[in-house]
């Protein structure tokens, strides 16, 4: 017997999740769209930007978030880091789920030679192990900003794809794909009329999981090196240029970060009251008796 | 001879859906109730609520008791205990209330070391007793195999070997030969009719098949929509059954034992209402070849004679 | 069951010959000259020709390809453009410290999330407390949680060690680091299992038999969450043994994690190439030991074994 579920509609807390969550996403991309009226990132002040013993300043009215060692602005440099995340982020998010899906559907809905095809790179593509293979197509791609793009996404696509083959097989196998067919449906009409559809709530509430890993991927990949290249700041190697000031000057490890955090946290935000939205069950235990 | 269970005015709602009202009746030592009704009709419900084992969420009104023991009164930590010791449950599906990764001597040894204090051994040697008490054969062997080792009958019985283990004075059985063939289920019936009678146990047994009450109960309780329509001893119901629910229910049991002599069998129409959209009124109104207007407005006031009780308007036969 | 093992097997070593196919590939077909990383400054065309003969270049794709797999399956990973020396010697140097770090991490990973899955499960009033704490665990990645360690207990506590090196006092912020970016998922799991655990038909049975809670978390539960928990385990084992070069960046630890940096910063691609090889090789074998292991231990598909 399946544990006994309770069924509830669209819950208060799931709302409140995709708000706030929104809330923390539009912040941080709003300050990304401010970023050429907050200063510029490059400008290297060397007699105002830094004290007279040469290290980053704190918070002052000036520079609101402090300097950083070349007495750059960290909050022009944080905005702008931002716009460059951000867009790396959620275009490989985009791409690596649509080959995702378009992979997973096909190999699902068609199956055959291109299920097995397909399904074994799929395999292959998971056992990928993430950071040391970003590395290595480091090494092996030109570089330039659609780089870390290209990185992502073939680090990524694995997943949807494994997801949605499911999705859509459990589709095939319930039968009503049959029937389509049997009513003189082209295959494909059918593909994209009645399976896609289907798969609608579940690409939904994945994108912005994919999302917030992408663009934590994005920064792991900056922080390493394998990012955008320097002096273009982005979230991650504005946190590796601030590791090793770690001991004196905090604030340039902890300003990204936080800008960091505040995206993914409200992307999985939204994630979660997506997720909650859809209520399958609610379980309770037998032990509260 | 002394009552069991009491069970007074009980009503239960799941949020907005009521599933059981004004239910009243007594189970007595010795003796076995059977609860009859539809899928829907609340029996598993009720059976759960004289255990206190309803899922968390629900609501209870009413009085239940349970050897002297006010159930619903109690502090949840003291129920605890008394579960096992004082109900006996067989519950619906013995796979799945096995548990799938021990084996079941394990898990009815388990009830002898938390109730008995018993250490691991003992409890194991118990164990085997109680499998072989339930007439499971080889119970040396059959308790160190898993669930899934098990047929269908043995599970059952290694269910009832779990539940009889304390001696309970009640036993609550859920259903639990639906599943199995005529013949396990045959076996079983006879097994519990003995163990009963060894023990003078009282029984509250749940079915929706008139077979299994014939051959098992001292006294039949017909539940419909919730509701309690009909009480009385088994033999009287089956013989002449007073409510028009009971009637048909009687009705279709007897075609399908004389069956095959070129009559169609009778069937109730209509189908049972589900706990969302009861009916006003009598709730088989709209099912009931009886009705007249008044059905549809109030549900009636239990009619009383002898040992039998029937919530009906119009009931059927000679009341005398 | 043996049957089941075979296909599984035979599942793995498909995974793994793609890889060594795909790792040729895109050694070989993708643009980039590796004679340039070679040769001193701009070689003449004879030098680059002899170059190129020397590594095989000029032969056709998928004679490479043979002698690449042949290669592979002997454990020779080519030689490092960098340091000249053959890679698999570079990396078995490495494996030890990757593994203990591995392990280390998995350990800190279960002692964090295990108890926080249960008491997600269990009390009502942590859970809105721990979901916050997992919430931003999820959202950080793994080398910010090892810089806010290194910031907060390195640099302000001065707990620990902040320079590096590959002893017991300096596996412990490492480990630590993996175990928290590992704890959300691994809490989630054991929450799931525990939940539909707690609501199961045998559990009702239990509490109808009159059992202790604590007795029926230990004996009727736990065993439940215990071979989801032993598949995580394995799972983040390979995951961190190739994916452990953050952490091994941030505190210096001398693992393949941190051979891969230098390899990928000097474009050395076969010392790179090496790593992703022996690193998707550990998450099939790892993943494969850890599907056997489940079958072994449910004794639904054990009884086919005896």
Redesign the interface.
Known sequence: MAPITIASGWPIEARRSVAIGGALVGAVGCIALLAPWLGDPYYQDFAAGLSPLGLPLGPSPAHPLGTDTLGRDVLARAAFAGRVSLSIGILAAVLSLALGAAVGMVAGFYGGFLEAFLMRLTDIGLALPTTLAGLALTALLPAGPLRPVAIITILFWAYPARLIYNETLRMRRRGFVEAAVAMGEARHRILLRHVLPHLKTLLLTYAPMNAAAAVMMEATLSYLGAGVPLPTPSWGNMIGEGQGALAFAPHLFLAPAAFLLLTTMGLLLIAEGLKQAHPGERRFSWLAL | MRTIVRVQDLTVA?RHLRVLKDISLEVKAGEILALVGETGSGKTTLAMAI???L???ATVRGRIEVNGHDLYAMP?AA???????L?G?V???AM???????PVGAQVA??FQ??LGFSASEAWARAVEALARVQIPHPERVARL?P??LSGGMRQRA?LA??L?LHPPLLIADEPTTALDRLTQGEILALVRQLQAESGMAVLWITHDMGVVAALAHRVAVLYAGRLVELGPCSKILSAPAHPYTEALVRTYRDLIAGGRGEPFYAIPGHPPSPGQRPSGCPFHPRCPYRQDRCRERFPEPLRWGERMVACYFPRGDLG | MARLIGIRIAQGLLTLLGLIVLTFLVQFVIPGDPVRMLAPRTPSAEVAQRIRAQLGLDRLWWEQLGRYLIRVAQGDLGESYVRRQPVARLIAGRLPATAALALAGVVAEILIGFPIGVALALSSRLRRWLSGLNLILLSLPTFVIGLALLLALGFGARLFPTTGGAGLRELILPALTLGLAGTPWYAGVVRDRLEESLGSAYVRMAVAKGLPNRWILFRHCFPHVFPALVTMAGMDLSAYLSGVVVVETIFGWPGIGLLAVQGMQTLDRPLVMGTVLVGGAAVVLLNGIVDMLRMVLDPRTREGLG
Do not use: D, K, S, W
Request: overall charge positive; proline content about 13%.
């Open positions: 799941y255990a206190r084992l899922p968390p969420g949840a129920v605890r205990p008394l579960r096992g010791r109900i449950l519950p619906q599906e799945a209330a096995l548990n799938p990764v021990l388990e009830v938390t109730h898993y899934h080792q269910i779990m539940a283990a």
